[in-house]
């Protein structure tokens, strides 16, 4: 068993944990052990049935794409024995041949080698012995149980070497102290991610954010009226409001498409479709799966890739191609009763709209105060691509979209 291809741009994972045991009999197909990529965890399935006679990366390794996991033999519950020569040890057990065309499985780390095995990642020993370093001049990593990765290899090489006749070092900062009651838990790749994607926005981007609010009373009636038959006719699909926000940000977008574009260097790319991301909560934080050619599906369409999304992101079976691509985000804070928010940017993307609670507040409407269903709209945006007065009459264009959803069935 080999790490498969992770998905655009990643290239390693963590073994977040092995789901059977070494000799434990496994089914073809059945799931053995969870990989944890910067974007999202997937599992990784018995290619065969038989017996898990090898675990070559243990819980917390860091694996990178191709790289052998362990083997799996023949029988129920059984070792399989060496194709050459005898173990030296009972547990030793042994390589699977390589399939044509695919990675060579490497043999189980040496007795020796196993002191230095448990300082660093396989990634961070290749990277020291090819740079001269030991894993002493490194110190403490700050993979788990203070393995060094391949990051802190890299980090420290990027250290300039003192000077020769270098003033004396101050004392190093005393360690902070945790009171009794603290815990700490390591940050997982996906929030560590999450946490460098959000600053790489604020470094990058000129963010910008404008708000408007938009009365929901049309769309609720609309939906209110419809949502039995809606349901009735889509199996099952229910009638949001994500879909009338969909497809008027489609609209939106079309009218003015460097809401849609992105800056590569020095250069703006305009995107002659929609990738819609839609921002869910899985089981390890924010992910933002992505429809693709929006702008070709109706409401039902819409409804149920948003329905399904949520689901397999709280189950954590979102596929890492779907996470990516994006052209524009919406984020919904209002699910969780938020009133009024500024979203960050979902990089490379130039824009994303925030969606909130619906509220009933006092409107003044034709000279009168009225009680309507409302909900506060922000857009945030990229100020070097995108200009005021474009941000705003997107905005704009929605809420009018929304507040009159028959504009969205005649394509006004």
Known sequence: MVVPTLGESVTTATVSRWLKKQGDTVKADEPLVELETDKVSVEVNAPVGGTL???????GAEVEVGSV???IGAGAGSAVAPSSKP???????????PRAGGPVARPATPP?????AQEAF????KRMTEAGVSAASIGAGSGKDG???KGDVIEFLAKPAPAAAAAPVPAPKAARTDEPRDERVKMTRLRKTIANRLKEAQNTAAMLTTFNEVDMSAAMALRSSYKDAFEKKNNGVRLGFMSFFVTACIAG??????????????????KNYVHMGIAVGGANGLVVPVLRDADKMNFAQIEGAIASFGKRARDGQLKLDELTGGTFSITNGGVYGSLMSTPILNPPQSAILGMHKIQERPIAIAGKVEIRPMM???????HRIIDGKEAVSFLVRVKESIEDPRRLLLGL
């Open 53 to 59: 006679s090898v675990i070559h990366a243990a819980d």
């Open 69 to 71: 996991l362990g083997a």
């Open 87 to 97: 173990a030296a040890k009972p547990d030793a057990g042994v390589n699977p041949p």
């Open 112 to 116: 020796a080698d196993r002191a230095a």
């Open 122 to 125: 396989p990634s961070a020993t």
């Open 147 to 149: 393995r060094i990765t």
């Open 253 to 270: 977008l079309k009218e003015f498409p460097a809401v849609n574009a992105e800056i590569d260097g020095d250069e703006i790319v305009y």
């Open 376 to 382: 506060y709209l922000a857009l945030t945006y990229d």
